[in-house]
């Protein structure tokens, strides 16, 4: 079962696939506007509980399929996206923090090091009933952080929602030494380069004279 909200940018001609974001994220909603396509966000139902034995990127390619297909319910004519990201640092799944005390332990085992950031991408075509979906990684590499650094950005920022307990649009970029990956979208959630190629495949295009604006 889905949950429509009232995300509605604009109406699509009946000819053509409706296109949807199977995610209530803000962030990824907001990325998805940045390519102008009308589009409308459904919440997906999906179980997220990791398989035994399952690595980060066959979960989150996983995920972000059965989010896609999830979300195209009762829908005969939709392309559905669906997205997923785990970030991992020395091999381990990092959570949420929920706290400013493990969010400070997060960065504290974060110094010096490297956290991958794995995003499944699927785009569902309800009328085929096939699926397109890949993983794209980016890897951000962090500064030696004293404990005063990392404990005035948790007060300041408080990611305590954000895997890796930071939040690379704002003021999170100070904690980096480096960024590793083709597309920083990734990071917040969507990659937009691999969503546009799909999308491409799927003969919807963001410019050119076929693009259909959502405004």
Same mark, same amino acid.
């Given at each position: 079962?889905?949950?429509?909200?009232?995300? !509605?940018?604009?109406?699509?001609?009946?000819?053509?696939?409706?296109?949807?974001?199977?995610?209530?994220?803000?962030?990824?909603?907001?990325?998805?506007?940045?390519?102008?396509?009308?589009?409308?966000?459904?919440?997906?139902?999906?179980?997220?509980?990791?398989?035994?034995?399952? !690595?980060?990127?066959?979960?989150?390619?996983?995920?972000?399929?059965?989010?896609?297909?999830?979300?195209?319910?009762?829908?005969?004519?939709?392309?559905?996206?669906?997205?997923?990201?785990?970030?991992?640092?020395?091999?381990?799944?990092?959570?949420?923090?929920?706290?400013?005390?493990?969010?400070?332990?997060?960065?504290?085992?974060?110094?010096?090091?490297?956290?991958?950031?794995?995003?499944?991408?699927?785009?569902?075509?309800?009328?085929?009933?096939?699926?397109?979906?890949?993983?794209?990684?980016?890897?951000?590499?962090?500064?030696?952080?004293?404990?005063?650094?990392?404990?005035?950005?948790?007060?300041?920022?408080?990611?305590?929602?954000?895997?890796?307990?930071?939040?690379?649009?704002?003021?999170?970029?100070?904690?980096?030494?480096?960024?590793?990956?083709?597309?920083?979208? !990734?990071?917040?959630?969507?990659?937009?380069?691999?969503?546009?190629?799909?999308?491409?495949?799927?003969?919807?295009?963001?410019?050119?004279?076929?693009?259909?604006?959502?405004?």
């Amino acid at each position: 079962m889905t949950h429509q909200d009232d995300s !509605t940018q604009a109406a699509v001609s009946p000819s053509e696939p409706q296109l949807i974001l199977a995610s209530t994220s803000s962030y990824r909603k907001a990325l998805l506007a940045k390519l102008d396509l009308a589009f409308e966000c459904v919440a997906p139902e999906v179980d997220e509980t990791p398989l035994p034995e399952e !690595t980060a990127f066959d979960l989150v390619k996983r995920l972000a399929a059965a989010k896609a297909q999830a979300g195209a319910k009762r829908l005969s004519n939709a392309l559905v996206i669906g997205s997923d990201q785990v970030a991992v640092i020395d091999g381990q799944i990092v959570g949420k923090p929920l706290t400013e005390e493990k969010a400070c332990k997060q960065l504290q085992a974060a110094s010096g090091k490297s956290i991958t950031f794995y995003t499944g991408l699927a785009l569902f075509d309800s009328r085929s009933g096939q699926t397109q979906v890949e993983v794209e990684p980016f890897t951000v590499h962090f500064r030696n952080l004293s404990q005063d650094e990392i404990a005035d950005y948790v007060r300041r920022e408080q990611p305590l929602w954000c895997a890796g307990s930071f939040k690379c649009e704002g003021l999170g970029i100070a904690l980096f030494r480096a960024l590793e990956g083709r597309d920083p979208n !990734t990071l917040i959630g969507l990659p937009l380069i691999l969503l546009i190629e799909m999308l491409s495949r799927q003969g919807i295009k963001v410019l050119g004279d076929a693009a259909a604006p959502g405004s």
